[in-house]
Structure formats: C-alpha cells, structure tokens
C-alpha cells in the first residue's frame, strides 16, 4: 500500500506561479510513472504531465511549455512548476502513482487562480 500527499497549492494571481509537491509514503522500487492530474468544476479530471521511472516526460498541450514535472527518487517526491498561471487552470490537482498494474492516488491539493 501505498499513500500520496500532495502540497503546494493555493490561491494566485494570474502570472503567477506555484510548486506541487507530492510525496510518497515508500520507496517506489521498479518501473513506476508518477504524474499529475487535474479537475476543473464540472469537468472530468484530466492527465497533466507524468515521468517514467526512466525520465520520459508527456505534457497535456494545453500545459507544454508552462509545467514542468520531475521527480526526486531519493525523496519519494514529484514536482509540478507551473508557470504563468491562468485562470483556466484552476482546479485540483491530484498526484499519480501507475506501479505494479495499480493506480494510486492523492487526496488532491486546490489551486486556485484569480484574474
């Protein structure tokens, strides 16, 4: 079993930006994706960004070039830098782990983004 938390998110001005956090309560040992998701009020949730335990990256195009993901193994962690934030991006955001044919998810940390 494993628990994901998330941290960082918040309330921002358009512009701004932020920094999630998501750590996992093990070492995640073997091939692994960590990533990122999101939902907007009334939308369904949606993939943001993800890593593979080998450095492959994959972006939404609506997020490329404004978010950036990475992970720091020896801290069980993974990041989302979001960059230039806009309103549309509000929602909460939900941490990933794919491992072992499961999927694991965070309880989800808001990010709000005011004009």
């Known amino acids: 079993q494993v628990q994901l938390v998330e941290s960082g998110g918040g309330l921002v001005q358009v512009g701004e930006s932020l920094r999630l956090s998501c750590v996992a309560s093990?070492?995640?040992?073997?091939?692994?994706?960590r990533g990122w998701f999101r939902q907007a009020p009334g939308k369904q949730r949606e993939l943001v960004a993800t890593?593979?335990?080998?450095?492959?990256?994959n972006y939404a195009d609506s997020v490329k070039g404004r978010f950036t993901i990475s992970r720091d193994s020896a801290k069980n962690t993974v990041y989302l830098q979001i960059n230039s934030l806009k309103p549309e991006d509000t929602a909460v955001y939900y941490c990933?782990?794919?491992?072992?044919?499961?999927?694991?998810w965070g309880q989800g940390t808001q990010v709000t983004v005011s004009s």
């Open positions: 990933n782990l794919h491992w072992g044919g499961r999927d694991y």
């Open positions: 093990r070492t995640i040992l073997g091939i692994n994706t």
């Open positions: 890593i593979t335990s080998g450095g492959t990256l």
